[in-house]
């Protein structure tokens, strides 16, 4: 169910409950439209707008054919409105390695240009350990990362070498959507 429907349906329990019923303790005929029935409705619809509101954004493009083995892939602006949240973060395209022998590239997220310390830096890499195939995929990177500021966030996707393995040729986004999600969530549990 959607979070709109839900927020609709909470709306009208809400209004019944609060402005449509009587009070308790006053007589049957005085069903209550009151200011104070209202002016709790009101407090209480304000208050639930604000635990369910979202705060995402979406960047995408088609077909982006990146043929570069080092840096920023692609960058996506996102305004942060809580200081004490965290961001959550996905990639989803193609990225592959190709006409190499055990190579291995690093895809990762940046936040301002830094990568995420806390939890961990989010990334994925693909190691080829034979062959000159050319195996386009769709891969999927996820996280979350904690301590960004509010405000303006440059994130961005990039590319890199995996620890321990120099250059190989890597490849990003051939033929089809890459998309790069981020989404403002509470901070996790301790």
């Not at 439209?33 to 705060?55: A, C, E, I, P, Q």
């Not at 996820?142 to 620890?163: A, I, L, T």
Request: charged share 20%; proline share 3%.
């Amino acid at each position: 169910m959607r979070i709109s429907t839900i927020y609709a349906i909470m709306l009208v329990f809400c209004w019944t409950v609060f402005v449509a019923l009587p009070e308790v303790g006053s007589a049957p005929s005085k069903m209550s439209t009151t200011s104070m029935g209202h002016d709790r409705f009101l407090k209480l619809r304000k208050r639930l707008s604000r635990s369910v509101s979202s705060n995402w954004k979406e960047c995408s493009w088609n077909s982006i054919n990146e043929n570069k083995d080092y840096g920023l892939i692609k960058d996506c602006v996102f305004l942060k409105k809580y200081s004490n949240s965290a961001l959550h973060v996905y990639w989803n395209s193609e990225f592959s390695v190709n006409q190499c022998s055990g190579c291995c590239k690093r895809w990762f997220f940046t936040f301002n240009g830094a990568e995420c310390q806390s939890p961990r830096a989010i990334d994925g890499l693909v190691y080829l350990s034979y062959g000159t195939f050319w195996l386009h995929r769709v891969r999927h990177i996820e996280g979350h990362c904690n301590n960004v500021h509010k405000g303006h966030v440059r994130v961005g996707f990039n590319v890199g070498d995996c620890s321990g393995y120099g250059n190989a040729n890597a490849y990003t986004g051939w033929n089809t959507v890459s998309r790069l999600f981020v989404e403002e969530v509470t901070r996790p549990q301790p």
